[in-house]
Nanobody, 117 residues
Framework: QVQLVESGGGLVQTGGSLRLSCVISGSIFSIYAMGWYRQAPGKQRELVAT?????NYADSVKGRFTISRDNAKRTLFLQMNSLKPDDTAVYYCNADLSTREGRRYYWGQGTQVTVSS
């Protein structure tokens, strides 16, 4: 069974940094794309950054967040610097994968990031 497992969330002060990780477990054939999304209380889930050959960022995190992948370790990272209270949310890992069940998107369980002012 394929699963995405996130880690690295926590409580940090404004201006601080966190590094999120997302590891793919289970048997897969290919990774087409991976990304990070977040959902703040009372808000819809929104894209933070994606990695699919090239990288793409939400305007709100450009210059502060960096997405990277280690395909050999099947791991996605999100380095978050200069964090702001508005970055407080549950961060979810997403992956477009090919498995024995075919190609589909997978979601992790989420990791909480809280930025205090």
């Amino acid at each position: 069974q394929v699963q995405l497992v996130e880690s690295g969330g926590g409580l940090v002060q404004t201006g601080g940094s966190l590094r999120l990780s997302c590891v793919i477990s289970g048997s897969i054939f290919s990774i087409y794309a991976m990304g990070w999304y977040r959902q703040a209380p009372g808000k819809q889930r929104e894209l933070v950054a994606t990695s699919a050959g090239s990288t793409n960022y939400a305007d709100s995190v450009k210059g502060r967040f960096t997405i990277s992948r280690d395909n050999a370790k099947r791991t996605l990272f999100l380095q978050m610097n200069s964090l702001k209270p508005d970055d407080t949310a549950v961060y979810y890992c997403n992956a477009d994968l090919s498995t024995r069940e075919g190609r589909r998107y997978y979601w992790g369980q989420g990791t909480q990031v809280t930025v205090s002012s």
